[in-house]
């Protein structure tokens, strides 16, 4: 699997793509531009999967971004799960600007996958202002993937 963006309890950890430094984007600054804090060059908005790794820093994703959030339950093991990947991606790339999409491991994060009762994967869930508005499992297109996020 290629290597996604990270995230921590205070926003995304973006590389500018003039210098190579890490800077972090508050979740809930996510849909607006930043700037590089080293040479101030424009970011670009987040347009890849960001991998999720703690209980802590999912829950101020969701409460804080003011963007949706798509996530995507998933586990290293899973062929449709590895399928789904490349998709998710695309879909990331897509959505830039008008929603963050993440990756939940469900082998290493088994408590978010339960707080969502995810009993197969690949597993989606559809967060907008904090709350859960839609779920959704099996294989998806990017552009289907997109629809049925707008749709909820």
């Known amino acids: 699997m290629s290597p996604h963006l990270t995230a921590d309890e205070r926003g995304i950890i973006l590389p500018c793509p003039a210098c190579g430094t890490s800077n972090r984007i508050a979740y809930a600054k996510a849909a607006q531009q930043g700037r590089c804090g080293t040479c101030k060059a424009e970011l670009p908005h987040v347009s890849e999967p960001v991998e999720i790794t703690s209980a802590s820093d999912f829950a101020a994703l969701i409460t804080q971004s003011t963007l949706p959030v798509v996530i995507d339950f998933w586990a ?14 695309k879909a990331a790339a897509k959505a830039a600007g008008s929603a963050i999409l993440v990756k939940v491991n469900t082998d290493e994060r088994q408590d978010i996958a339960s707080q969502f009762r ?23 297109p990017a552009d289907r993937l997109l629809a049925w996020m707008r749709q909820g």
């Open 76 to 89: 290293p093991w899973c062929g449709p799960c590895q399928m789904m990947a490349p998709e998710f991606a």
């Open 118 to 140: 995810v009993q197969g994967i690949p597993a989606f869930a559809l967060i907008k202002n904090g709350k859960l508005v839609a779920q959704t499992s099996g294989f998806q």
